[in-house]
């Protein structure tokens, strides 16, 4: 076995759950766990955060997965069904359903169920990507609210930047003015993540964390932990081979890293194929330097090319570091931000793509 892991803490996922709670006291939560719970599995995640109200995924396979493993939350599906064949599987597991489109409309009102659907109707607040604009909602609510397939109705939106200025001002004016021709107190869904942590005490019957259970940050240049949340996975490995190179020498494809002096160089068994970037570090004169990595409890820098199944890093000023020790890709010491910065992406994507390769193991 090779020695890397994925170490996911329940103790965080359900510390980071209490405080959407706190953000959001008077709302109901629905987890996001899309994405195989953004990379951690998506029952290890479900396992821990099932004080949620509800989880939102994208597949009815994924809500297959948890209504078989028993959970009885609300399960929404977040861009609705993408085939008319999907509605009976969603009302025979007792799903909701966002519906964004025309076509989803039209199949819904057009199916036989067994059992109607609620729905989550999304508007397109200014994000333009899915969802009904201001002044086609009240047709679509209409429509739908006519429907015997149709048990209820949440109205929703997404907000672009919540986690920069202009912020959600604007967008969210456009929905409470928008849904003010509906009924009164229906039900709303409103806020991911960064909308959470900034704008907290929303009036909001649902909120829809994602990132922030997972400890990582929605906001750039903000670290999670200044918002409390602690981040859920390590991804750690070891050193498996210790090379010690002279000035002038180079390492790794493409000779990425010249040494200017005597250098330690660690090789890690992680490499792109593990999830971790490849250009991570390398990004010109914004990251010579590298990436963070931990190497015994000290943070150190990555050097060079990322490989497929290795990485090198500077172990120069770690002199008790050999080949055995532990390396921390991102964690605790290091968050996955830092190394997301440094390869130009966020955590999300990071998180995200670890690999299938890569075992998970679970830990209080
Ligand atoms: C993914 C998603 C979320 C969660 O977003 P985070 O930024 O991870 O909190 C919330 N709402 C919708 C519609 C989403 O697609």
Redesign the pocket.
Known sequence: MRPIVATISRSALQHNLAVAKQHAPHSKIMA?V?ANG?GHGLLNVARCLNAADGF?VLGVNEAVILREAGYQQTILL?EGVFRAEELAKAAELGLDV?VHSKMQIEILLNASLTKPLHVHLKMNSGMNRLGFTPDAYAAAYQALNLSKNVAGITL?T?FATADKEPGIAAPLQVFEKTIKELPANLPVSLA???T?LRHSYLRADWV?????LYGAS?VSGMPATAFGLKPVMQLSSEIIAVQTIAAGESIGYGNRFTATQATRIGIVACGYADGYPRHAGLLGDQHPHGAPIAVSGKVTRTLGRVSMDMLFCDITDIPEADIGSPVELWGRQVPVDAVAEAADTVG?ELLCAVAARVPIKMTD
Not at 208 to 212: A, F, K, N, S, Y
């Open positions: 996001v899309k953004y939102a977040l966002v929703m997404h991911n993540s960064a959470i829809r964390p994602g990132i922030m929605t999300y």
